[in-house]
């Protein structure tokens, strides 16, 4: 079977990764949390008190910075991991969050995730989540998603995965965060957030996890099958 690129976009706790996860489960893909990379790189750099604002900091940080995926049976998860170290919880800490968009705006991180990002589904069969992949990581790709939701549910939704962290947030707090990273991302110079001509819309306001899930499988099931149809007309 001819393999594909699935990439969603959209805003912060919109569920696009829960879904991006359980779609890659059923298409047998790799899936590749981008976002999650960028929160390494935050991570880094609060610890190391890299300045944002200095561009020799920043590539100095960025040329000692090693983001791998590790899957972790025990819990059905793939982890990441910073320089050989699980930081899987720590990444998704409120602190973390309140610097990530900051981060990402830098023109040399993005840079340089975008370029792993691009070699990692070099030989596509791979679903890959964040705010940019429809857009420049892979503007080529056979499925593009934009997902978004009301923010008061993003904030409720984020608000119970910290919860379940053992971080106790206010929703006001939530959802201030939110409108912030909205802001950023979305006006940043480098690679905003903005949906492709080519994706397909999903408000997820209202829908089921599994309803979402079935969708995209089914969009991807589409394109897959357009690919076999391609390739046994050049046959």
């Known amino acids: ?19 991006a996860k359980l779609v890659a489960k059923q298409l047998n893909y790799p ?18 008190h890299v300045s944002l604002t200095n561009p020799k900091e920043t590539e ?7 983001i791998s995926f590790r899957r972790h049976a025990e819990l ?4 990441t991991y910073l320089n050989g170290l699980n930081v899987e919880d720590e990444i998704r800490k409120m602190y973390v969050s309140e610097k990530v968009s900051d981060v990402s705006a ?4 993005r840079h340089a995730l975008v370029a792993q990002q691009q070699r990692m589904g070099k030989t596509k069969g791979i679903v890959m989540d ?11 790709a056979e499925l593009k998603i934009f997902m978004t939701a009301d923010p008061l549910i993003r904030a409720q939704r984020r608000q119970l995965e910290l919860l379940e962290k053992g971080e106790l947030i206010g929703l006001p707090e939530i959802a201030e965060n939110l409108r912030m990273r ?7 110079a480098e690679s905003p957030l903005r949906q492709a001509a080519d994706a397909v819309y999903i408000d997820n306001s209202l829908m089921t996890l599994d309803e979402q899930v079935e969708m995209v499988v089914r969009l991807a099931d589409e394109q897959i099958g357009l690919s076999l149809r391609r390739r046994a007309s050049r046959a």
């Not at 899936?31 to 190391?48: C, H, K, P, S």
């Not at 059905?76 to 982890?79: S, T, V």
């Not at 964040?130 to 080529?140: K, M, N, S």
């Not at 909205?182 to 940043?188: A, P, V």
């Open 106 to 109: 830098i023109a040399e991180v």
């Open 1 to 19: 079977m001819p393999k594909i690129i699935v990439a969603i976009d959209g805003y912060s706790s919109c569920g696009k990764s829960t879904t």
């Open 182 to 188: 909205d802001h950023i991302d979305t006006t940043r």
């Open 60 to 66: 100095t940080a960025l040329s000692n910075i090693h």
């Open 76 to 79: 059905g998860r793939n982890d």
């Open 31 to 48: 899936y590749i949390d981008t976002g999650a990379m960028y929160r390494a790189v935050t991570l880094y750099f609060i610890q190391n």
């Open 130 to 140: 964040g705010r940019d992949i429809g857009t420049v990581v892979f503007p080529q």
